[in-house]
């Protein structure tokens, strides 16, 4: 790495941000094209958000992660937040575009991309999803648009609810939901293309859960989940066992970042580069629990 007095200064704020695997994925993919730039993890506590965002106005700073529990607070701080942006009220990216701060999200970009990556164009198919977190909303927002019919299962159904009524006002009566349910999960994996887990079940130290018993997997179906650590969840091991096809939440990580890069850099991002420091930087930490 050679730092000049010329080199641009990207990062991620968050808190905790020790485990982010952004770093090694963004200067991964600096180096390979030989672009001037670095990227930096910033622990940011609550309180200090609009003091980071001063700082990145005040030093320059040409582009930034957001990553929990920020999400939310700096659109507060942005000149301008794009319309995905705003309807999740999620903001994971910033560009500092000559002085003016830009918002975007680039999470369910992410989730899009991964899916199209595998081989599978979602334009028309049936997805199930477990989850209306952030996450699972900004996967909904996105898949929304193309997809035949989502059904949104979550175990808070005030949550479902709402992300449900405010999907449907927006794009047609094509979401439905339900409650968190052997019983409901089992009979809309029936007719699901596609099966998302938006949850945090199965992260480590949990790995050993799955929110979906194995029979009811299917070599028709695309798995995706949401979770990168373990980078093999239980689902994921499941759902391969069956002849499914899996895609880890290693993936959606990637495409999300590779997005951000397009929209700092306007380059095409490296993918197999980012994928392979991802990857790499998921191995070490294993390796020092
Ligand atoms: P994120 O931004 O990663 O989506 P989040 O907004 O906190 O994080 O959402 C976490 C999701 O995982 C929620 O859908 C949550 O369900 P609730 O809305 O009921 O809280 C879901 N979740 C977390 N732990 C779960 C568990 N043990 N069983 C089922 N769902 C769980």
Redesign the pocket.
């Known amino acids: 790495m050679n730092i000049t007095g010329k080199t641009r200064v990207f990062g991620v704020i968050g808190d905790p941000i020790e485990h982010s695997l952004s770093p090694a994925m963004q200067n991964a993919a600096f180096e390979h094209l030989k672009l001037d730039c670095v990227f930096l993890a910033f622990k940011v506590k609550p309180a200090e958000v609009e003091n980071a965002l001063r700082g990145v106005r005040g030093l320059g700073v040409c582009g930034l992660n957001v990553t ?1 529990p920020h ?1 939310n607070a700096v659109i507060a701080y942005l000149d301008e937040v794009d319309e995905t942006a705003q309807f999740l009220s ?1 903001v994971n990216t910033i560009l500092n575009d000559n002085g003016k701060l830009r918002g975007f999200s680039t999470d369910g970009t992410g989730a899009l991309n991964a899916l199209r990556e595998s081989g599978l164009e979602p334009h028309g198919k049936k997805v199930l999803l ?9 996967i909904a927002f996105t898949l929304a648009k193309e997809a035949e019919t989502i059904v949104i299962l ?3 159904p005030e ?2 609810k709402a992300l449900t009524e405010a999907l449907n006002a927006r794009f047609g009566k094509k979401v439905k939901s339900g409650a ?1 349910a052997s019983d409901v999960m089992k009979k809309h994996m029936q007719g699901a293309d596609i099966l998302i887990n ?4 199965g992260m480590h130290p ?1 790995a050993e ?1 799955s ?1 979906v018993a194995p029979e009811w997997l299917k070599p028709e179906l695309t798995v995706m989940d ?1 979770v990168y650590n373990p980078a093999e969840t239980k689902l994921a091991k499941d759902a391969k066992a069956a002849g499914a096809t899996v895609i880890s939440g290693v993936e959606m990580l990637l495409y999300q970042g590779a997005a951000s890069f397009k929209i700092w850099t306007d380059c095409k991002a490296p993918v197999e580069v980012m994928r392979k420091a991802a990857l790499n930087q998921l191995l070490k930490a294993g390796a020092a629990k």
């Open positions: 929990m999400k999620s477990l989850g209306a977190g952030g996450a699972a909303k900004a979550n175990r808070t949550k479902t968190l938006a949850t945090s079940v949990h859960q929110l949401i």
